[in-house]
């Protein structure tokens, strides 16, 4: 059974970073697109962040600021946010995908809030 759990979310202040951690189970890790996702309330769910063996790809509204990193010995994604703005608040969900076989696993979501 595959599990995605993500965690590190909270409340900071504008200016401040946060680290995000997505733990991954029961899949071939390494073979997987890992992203980012985040929701804020009333909005569509956008990609924030993309790791793949060929590198990363970021939202415009976050380049410079987001770094994604994976560790594929210990089946692990990060998203390190720095420089955090108000409008980063929302949901953020960790998300694996294989295409090749049709996989697309979500993780619950971790609440990020960001105060002015």
């Known amino acids: 059974q595959v599990h995605l759990v993500e965690s590190g979310g909270g409340l900071v202040q504008a200016g401040g970073s946060l680290r995000l951690s997505c733990a991954a189970s029961g899949i071939i890790f390494s073979s997987y697109t890992m992203n980012w996702y985040r929701q804020a309330p009333g909005k569509q769910r956008d990609l924030v962040a993309t790791?793949?063996?060929?590198?990363?790809n970021y939202a415009d509204s976050v380049k410079g600021r987001f770094t994604i990193s994976r560790d594929n010995a210990k089946n692990m994604v990060y998203l390190q946010m720095n420089s955090l703005r108000p409008e980063d608040t929302a949901v953020y969900y960790c998300n694996a995908n294989r295409r090749a076989i049709r996989a697309d696993y979500w993780g619950p979501g971790t609440q990020v809030t960001v105060s002015s």
């Open positions: 790791i793949t063996i060929g590198g990363t």
